[in-house]
């Protein structure tokens, strides 16, 4: 089973930037369950369904599939719960591990947020300097959470 092991903090500041690969994505969700979220993600020009199951610890079970861009479009505008999670994901390396850094737009816009993918739950991670607050625990940031609960400056 494919599994999801990963930590998530909050940017302090910008010194990510430098040399940072970008990515627009929008994304929404068929299902915000307790026990299963279903997503739908436009990231640049590929499209994915996600199906992912409710987090233990740091991990939970996750399941990607690539869908044709057209199906993902009409998803998005006719089946997806409002409003849509948009956002640029950025890449940076620190300390030989990738980091994803999500800085939101629309209704989330202000709120910027890193995330490192574990080998194992026990792995130890060296934190570079631009994150602060770790907010794995905190189930408010989890994008499926902020479709309902905004988190960005006009919230």
Request: with cysteine; hydrophobic share 40%; aromatic share 8%.
């Amino acid at each position: 089973m494919p599994l999801e092991i990963e930590r998530k903090f909050l940017v302090t500041s910008g010194a990510w930037r430098e040399g940072a690969d970008a990515c627009s994505i929008r994304q929404g969700y068929l299902c915000l369950g307790v026990d299963t979220t279903v997503r739908i993600r436009i990231a640049g020009a590929e499209a994915f369904i996600t199906v992912k199951s409710k987090t233990e610890g740091l991990s939970r079970a996750e399941f990607e599939y690539s869908i044709p861009l057209g199906d993902a479009e009409m998803m998005l505008e006719t089946l997806c719960a409002r409003p849509l999670i948009e956002k640029t994901r950025y890449t940076a390396e620190h300390a030989g591990k990738v980091w994803t850094i999500d800085v939101f737009a629309g209704e989330n816009d202000g709120l910027v947020v890193a995330e490192v993918e574990l080998n194992g739950p026990d792995e130890i991670v060296s934190l570079p300097d631009w994150v602060g607050e770790e907010v794995t625990y905190d189930p408010r940031y989890r994008n499926s959470a902020l479709v309902n609960a905004p988190l960005g400056n006009g919230s």
